[in-house]
C-alpha cells in the first residue's frame, strides 16, 4: 500500500519537474485566439480541416525543439542570437514585425477576456481596462511567477474539450478519416479556406513562442547537458496542445457544424460546443475557460515581446530595473498592454474577428522566422555538433515552403 | 571620425584608380596597439585580400590605396587579431564605466596621420540610437542628409579604454590580450550585477578571467543559482582557488548547493586550513545561525592589551563588518567578552583589554535564523557570536549577513 502510494508520488514529482518552458509554452499557445479559431475551424468547415492538424503538430514539435536547443546550447534568446549573426538592419525589422504581431495577439487575448465576460453581461468597457490593469500589475509587481501556477492548473479546462468532444458523439469515422485523407484541392481557389489553413498554423505555431520558448529555457539556465529532460518537455507539451486542438475542432463539427452553425457570430454561439459536456451551463464553462487562457496568454505577451525587442534591439530591460533606467522596455510593455486593450473599446469593434485575423497573421509572419531559425540551428561554429539533423531540416523548409505559398495564394484569391 | 559602418563595404581603388574590392573588415592586433587598425579584409574578384593599413592614403566612401592588387596577400583567419565586425559589432561588452553589459551599434574610428600614409584608430564604441540610425539609414537615404541628421541626435558612445571585450575562448583571451582590467577595479556587487546578465558560457569566461580574489568577492555577492551553474562549470581547481578565497561562511553556503560529489571534488582541492572550516561550517543547516556564521572573526585572550588587539587587526584578512568587534576568549577559546573598534582606537596601548570589555552578546549554534535577526534588531548589533555548549566561540554573524537573509526572503 504504501508502496505504490510512494510510487505514485514519484511519479508525480517526476511529471511535476517535466513541466517546463516547453509544457507552458504549448499551453499559452491554446490561448483566446487558438480556442477562437480551432472553434471557427469546426463550426465552418467541419471535420475537413482536420487534415491540417498532423503536419502542423509535426512542424510544431520540430521548431519547438529547435528553439528550446538553442536556448540550451547558445545560453542566449532567439533574437540576441539574430542580432549577432545578422546584424542590426535585419533584427530592426524583424523586431518590428514582431511588435505588429504580437500586437494583434495582444488584441485578441483581451478581446477573449471581453468576450468571455460578456456572456455574463458585463460591459467590455468595465472588463477591459480592468484586465489591463490588472495584468500590468501582476506583471511589474512580481507577482505573475505566483500566478503563473493558478493559470496552468486552471488550464485544465481544456480536458473539458476532450470530454465535450467525446460526449457529443461525433462521427469517429469521418474525423479520423478526415485527418489522413488529401485535403480538397478546390480549396486552394477559396479565400476563405486559405484563410482558416493559414490561421490554424499560425495559432498552434506562433512567431512570439519560439521567442519566449527559447528565451525560458535560458532563464531556467537549462544547458545541453540536462537537455534531454527539456526535450521530453516540449514534445510533450506539443502533443498536449495538439490533442486539445483536435478535440476543439472535433467538439464545434459535431455540435455547430451538423446543426448547421457554421458562422460563430459570438460567444454565445461557441459556447454551444461544450453543450454535450454542460448542458445548460454550457456558456458558463467556456467563459471560464476563454476568460483564464486569455489572461494567461496576455500576461506573457506584451512582457515576453518588451524583452525579445529590448534584447535584440540593445535597450535596457529587465524588470529589476528602474523606469528610467529602461525606459523603452517599460514604455513598450506598457503601450502594447494600454493600446491592445483601448483599441477593443472602439465603438462596434469586432471581437470575434480579431481573434482569427491576428493568427492568420501569426501565419503570415512564422515563415521569416523560421528561416532565421533555420540559419541560427545549422551554424556549427554556433551550435556545435548539436545542429540540426537532415530530417528536422527537411521538415522545417518544408514548413516555410508551405507558408509562403499558402499566403500567396490567399492573397491571389483575395481579389 | 569616420564610423565603421560606413566604411564596410567601401570600395576600395589600388594605385591605378580603379577599383579592385570592398571592406569587407577591418582588424586591431592588440599584442602590438590597442587601438590602432593594423589590416584591412577586402573582398576582391579573387577571394578576400589582406590590404595593410599603412597602404592605405585616405579613407571614406572610398578608401585609396598606395599600392597594387597584385601586392595584397591572401587572408587567412587567425586568432590573434580582433575584426571589427566580426568580434565587436552588434556583440555584447562591458561599459566599465557606466557599469553594465552593452550591445554595440557601431564603432568610431578617427584617422591619425603618420609618416607617409593616415593611420586609423579605434576611439568609441557607438552604444545609442546614432548609430542604429546610421545602419538602418545606410544606403537608403543620400549620405549627406543622413550625417546632417545624425549629427542632431546627441550621441552615446563609450571611450575605447573602457570597454572590456568578452571572449569565452580562453587561448584567445590571451592572443588578444582581454584581462578585464577595468571591471576587476569595479566594485564585487557590480561586477556580479554584470555577470548575472550575461549568457551561461560567457558568465564563466569572465569568472575564469578574473584574478581569484576579485572573482570570490564578486561571486559572493551573485545570486545563489548563478553561483552555482557558474561553479558546475568550473574545473575543480579552479573552483577550489575561488572558493579558498571567499568568506568561509558564503563558501559553506555555496558548496551546500553543490551535489555532494562535487563538493567534495572542490573541497579535495583545497588548502587544509580553508577546507576544515568550510566543512565544519558545512555541517550545520543553512538556516540556523551556525550556517549563517563565518569563521573570519577577531579574537584576543583576555589577558591581553589593546596593543595585542591592534597586532590581530593588523593581521587580520576578513571582512571589513567583523573587524567592528574585537572578541575575547579565556581557557579553552570560551568566549569571555567583546571589545568595540572604537574603545580600542582611543586607548592607550598598555591598557588591559578586560578594563574596555563589555559584555559578549551570543547565540546557540542552532538558533534560528529568525531569531537571530530579531536579535540584530532588538540590540542594534553590527556582529553576534556563536558559542557551542561549552560556551566556546565558534564564529560570529554579521550584520551584512542578516540584511541579505531578510532581503532574500522576500
Known sequence: MTQTLKQWRTRMLLFLAVVGPGFITANVDNDAGGIWTYSVAGAQFGYTLLWAMIPTTIALVVVQEMASRMGAVTGKGLSDLIREEFGFRITFFLMLALVVTNFGNVMAEFAGVASSLELFGISRYIVVPLAAAVVWLLVVQGTYSTVEKIFLVASLFYVCYIVAGVLAHPDWKAATFAMVTRPDTGGIRNYGYLYMVIGLVGTTIAPWMQFYLQASVVEKGITIRQYAASRWDVIVGCLFAAIVAWFIIVACAATLHTAGVTQLNSAADAAQALRPLAGEYAYLLFAAGLFNASLFAASILPISTAYTVCEGLGFESGLDKKFHEAPVFYWLYTLLIVAGAGVLLLPGFPLEHIMVLSQVVNGVVLPFVLIFMLLLTNDRELMGTHVNSRLFNVIAWITVGSMILLTLAMLITQR | ?410
Open chain 2, 1 to 410: 571620425m569616420i564610423a565603421l559602418s560606413e566604411l564596410l563595404g567601401a570600395s576600395v581603388r589600388d594605385a591605378s584608380g580603379a577599383v579592385k574590392g570592398r571592406v569587407r573588415d577591418l582588424a586591431i592586433t592588440p599584442q602590438d596597439h590597442p587601438t590602432r587598425v593594423t589590416f584591412l579584409i577586402v573582398r576582391t574578384s579573387v577571394g578576400d585580400r589582406l590590404l595593410p593599413s599603412d597602404a592605405v592614403k585616405s579613407f571614406g566612401k572610398t578608401l585609396r590605396t598606395t599600392d597594387q592588387q597584385s601586392d595584397w596577400t591572401t587572408y587567412t583567419a587567425s586568432d590573434g587579431v580582433l575584426l571589427l565586425k566580426r568580434d565587436l559589432l552588434d556583440q555584447q561588452i562591458i561599459d566599465v564605466h557606466g557599469r553594465k553589459v552593452v550591445r554595440v551599434n557601431d564603432v568610431e574610428l578617427d584617422g591619425l596621420p603618420a609618416e607617409q600614409h593616415l593611420s586609423l584608430h579605434v576611439v568609441t564604441v557607438d552604444v545609442g540610437a546614432r548609430g542604429a540610425i546610421r545602419r538602418l539609414g545606410k544606403g537608403v537615404i543620400p549620405s549627406f542628409t543622413l550625417r546632417a541628421f545624425l549629427d542632431k541626435i546627441p550621441p552615446r558612445v563609450i571611450p575605447w579604454q573602457f570597454v572590456d571585450l568578452i571572449e569565452v575562448d580562453p587561448a584567445r583571451r590571451v592572443k588578444l590580450k582581454i584581462a578585464y582590467q577595468g571591471l576587476s577595479r569595479m566594485h564585487p556587487a557590480d561586477i556580479a550585477d554584470i555577470v548575472e546578465d550575461l549568457p551561461a558560457a560567457e558568465q564563466k569566461a569572465v569568472i575564469e578571467a578574473l584574478d581569484e580574489e576579485v572573482a570570490a568577492e564578486a561571486l559572493e555577492e551573485i545570486d545563489p543559482d548563478v553561483q552555482v551553474s557558474i561553479v558546475e562549470s568550473l574545473d575543480n581547481e579552479r573552483a577550489a582557488d575561488i572558493v579558498e578565497e571567499m568568506d568561509p561562511g558564503a563558501a559553506a553556503d555555496l558548496l551546500g548547493d553543490l551535489t555532494e560529489v562535487r563538493s567534495d571534488e572542490i573541497l579535495k582541492e583545497m588548502d587544509k586550513e580553508e577546507r576544515d572550516e568550510v566543512s565544519h561550517l558545512l555541517e550545520f543547516g543553512e538556516r540556523t545561525a551556525a550556517g549563517r556564521m563565518t569563521t573570519d572573526y577577531i579574537a584576543v585572550s583576555a589577558d591581553g592589551t589593546a596593543h595585542d588587539a591592534v597586532e590581530a587587526l593588523r593581521a587580520f584578512e576578513g571582512g571589513p563588518v567583523a573587524l567592528a568587534t574585537i572578541y575575547l576568549t579565556g581557557p579553552h577559546d570560551t568566549l569571555a567578552g567583546a571589545v568595540p573598534l572604537v574603545k580600542i582606537a582611543t586607548a592607550a596601548g598598555h591598557t588591559p583589554l578586560s578594563a574596555l570589555s563589555e559584555s559578549a552578546m551570543s547565540c546557540a549554534p542552532d538558533t534560528p535564523q529568525r531569531e537571530v535577526a530579531s536579535l540584530f534588531d532588538k540590540y542594534n548589533l553590527i556582529t553576534l557570536a556563536v558559542t557551542d555548549e561549552h560556551g566556546r566561540l565558534a564564529g560570529i554573524i554579521t550584520a551584512d549577513d542578516v540584511i541579505a537573509m531578510l532581503h532574500s526572503k522576500k
